[in-house]
């Protein structure tokens, strides 16, 4: 059975930094490309970053110029996200799934979803 749990959300002012966490289990974790994805109520889900399997190759969502670092670390079964220079459109619940390709394998997010975490920026 999967499960994500993620922490590390909170409430900052505009211009701070939160690092995200994911704990993972139930699945080979090193073998899947992970993403990080953020929704902001009434709206859409949207990808924020993505590694791939095992770990080589990283992709960000425009929105994030250079702000966000994914990272994972496949020994503990764990995904992180370093958010700096947030803003107040940074707002939002935090995600993480499966998504992603690894070379010629992508991987679609599992249906079961963690219940995320939430970040609130202030101005």
């Known amino acids: 059975q999967v499960r994500l749990v993620e922490s590390g959300g909170g409430l900052v002012q505009s211009g701070g930094s939160l690092r995200l966490s994911c704990s993972t289990s139930?699945?080979?974790?090193?073998?899947?490309?992970m993403r990080w994805y953020r929704q902001v109520s009434g709206k859409e889900r949207e990808m924020v970053a993505q590694i791939s399997a095992p770990g080589g190759k990283r992709d960000y969502a425009d929105f994030v110029k250079g702000r966000f670092t994914i990272s994972r670390d496949n020994d503990r079964r764990t995904l992180e996200l370093q958010l700096t220079n947030l803003q107040i459109e940074d707002t939002a619940v935090y995600f993480c799934?499966?998504?992603?390709?690894?070379?010629?394998?992508?991987?679609?997010?599992?249906?079961?979803w963690g219940q995320g975490t939430q970040v609130i920026v202030s101005s």
């Open positions: 799934n499966a998504g992603g390709c690894s070379g010629s394998i992508c991987t679609a997010p599992f249906p079961s």
């Open positions: 139930g699945f080979t974790f090193r073998d899947i490309a």
